[in-house]
């Protein structure tokens, strides 16, 4: 890499269901405008500007012909990035790599959602093969029910450490000034919630969410000047599985997750481990913003991601491992589970982490030092993005 | 922060309709074709790992190589590998029509050890568990069009 790179301005919206008094340009400004006010800096301290959302959710397709105006894109360079659930944090590390490079010094990334405006479940569903799988498609609820349900049977989860992870999930929501559904939940309640799709409660998928994230991003040389609190980007990894499930001996023996077969999260976690000297996630980690849409997902990706052995990721919920003032906290902010403006989403994981090591996450900033934080994000069923945040470097 | 709207905000319904059509390739092209035909389930094999290619295709992903003609019929049966009861209300996203409910779907593991994702004809949860073997039932002849689609349902044939 040329340069260091470090993130010295975040910004998000508040949270909600619906957004009737902004359209969809007027929501990326509020974040980009927080995000600049953050940094101490105006747009003509911006060299290039990167923006996306998951366009099929609202119907238009080159959403960058209207935003310019909102995210401050006029006779700047820049482009507009949409990959599913990663959007985010492919946008984040779009905005890193040209800092990196060394032809841009500031960048602003922006990453909205507002599912007020379409069907997000028509645009899931058109993700999917149109020849192969499509009219099987059933959605992010069902696919998530299936992974529970397999999860359970291969590894003696019961649906008690589901509604534990939940529980922990709105602990942090209620503490996140920003966060969408603050509930005040107990394990009862959790439990008692409208059952979807067994084993899939209401309560364990995320909910649809309106709202819009930015970071500014700046070289090393640059992010020094801008603030004394740079977060620097440490590494950042996208990687792809295969498109399609196809034979693979000994698969069988896997805790499987539907549609997934080899999966990228292993891949990526371990690449960025490996690159990082990460040996013990638990110990050289301090905290985790993972993408998790659904409590099922969550409780599986811990294992995926390395970071407890195959098989313990409930015994972790089960333990309290996870909870803020756990041995190895994830998703202090309350996660995906509690807020999803899906483009904006992954990159809300980049936005907390780096509001943890900066020390600047009020109430639900954990109290021990954060030194390195770990993002992660899931695009369609097929790539994850993962990054690591430092203190340091 | 938003201020609770005092005011009026205008919303405009966009109902939106793009018909598409999508090239099947020579690959996918000749399993439809058997499916339609001959109510057979082909794969292809890479000629480098030699595991089989299911839905058949051009390049082996993990070996980037050419797959070719190697052609495998598979069997119509199966084990279930799991499941879910789809219960809430959706539609058809090829067709926009409502599925009836309830409907289970599973991953169903050919004998030869591919999977695909597909309706059970059993539609009592109770009735379904994980092992159970299954096996294709596929449209009549006249009414099969060359698309996945032209398999009914799997079957149960055999419990655990």
Known sequence: ?393 | MTEKPSEEFLVMPIPLELPFQWAAGPYLGRFFRELRDNARLLANKCPQCGRLLFPPRQVCAQCHVKVGEDWVELSDKGVVEDFTVVVEPMSDPSTGERRTLPYPTATIRLEEGVSLIHYLEETDSAKIREGLKVQAVFKPREKRKGEMRDILYFRIVEGP
């Open chain 1, 1 to 393: 890499m040329a340069e260091r790179v470090a993130i010295v301005g975040v910004g998000q919206t508040y949270h909600r269901s619906r957004r009737p008094d902004v359209n969809q340009v007027e929501l990326m400004n509020e974040a980009v405008r927080a995000a600049l006010d953050d940094a101490q800096l105006t747009l003509k301290d911006i060299d290039a500007v990167v923006m996306g959302n998951m366009e099929l959710f609202e119907g238009n397709y080159l959403v960058d012909m209207w935003a310019s105006d909102g995210i401050g894109s006029y006779l700047k360079p820049g482009m507009k990035i949409t990959t599913g659930g990663t959007t985010g944090a492919t946008i984040s590390c779009a905005a890193f790599t040209y800092a990196a490079s060394g032809l841009f010094n500031t960048v602003l990334a922006v990453a909205f959602e507002k599912q007020d405006e379409g069907d997000t479940r028509a645009g899931l569903i058109s993700v999917r093969d149109p020849l192969w799988d499509r009219f099987m498609a059933i959605g992010a609820v069902a696919t998530f029910a299936r992974m529970g349900r397999s999860y359970m049977r291969a590894s003696g989860c019961q649906e008690e450490h589901a509604a534990l992870l939940r529980v922990k999930a709105d602990r942090g929501a209620c503490r996140n000034p920003y966060a969408h559904l603050k509930l005040n939940l107990t394990i009862e309640d959790v439990m008692n919630s409208r059952m979807l799709i067994w084993p899939m409660r209401l309560l364990y998928m995320c909910p649809t969410t309106v709202g819009a994230a930015a970071l500014v991003v700046a070289s090393e040389r640059k992010a020094k000047k801008i603030t004394k609190k740079p977060v620097w980007v440490q590494d950042w990894v996208t990687v792809h599985q295969q498109s399609a499930r196809v034979h693979r001996p000994g698969e069988e023996a896997r805790v499987r997750t539907i549609g997934v077969g080899e999966t990228s999260h292993e891949r990526a976690a371990q690449l960025i481990y490996k690159r990082n000297g990460i040996t013990k996630p638990i110990r050289d980690i301090d905290v985790a913003e993972i993408y998790e849409p659904s409590t099922w997902g969550e409780l599986i990706w811990y294992e995926l991601y390395g970071f407890c052995e195959p098989g313990e990721g409930w015994r972790w919920a089960e333990k309290g491992v996870t909870d803020m003032e756990g041995e190895f906290p994830v998703n202090p902010s309350g996660g995906v589970v509690a807020t999803n403006p899906i483009g904006a989403t992954a990159m809300i994981r980049i936005v907390e982490a780096a509001l943890q090591v900066r020390g600047d996450a009020g109430e639900h900033q954990m109290t021990r030092p954060v030194r390195r934080a770990f993002t992660t994000a899931w695009g369609g069923q097929n790539w994850t993005v993962a990054t690591l945040l430092s203190k340091s470097i």
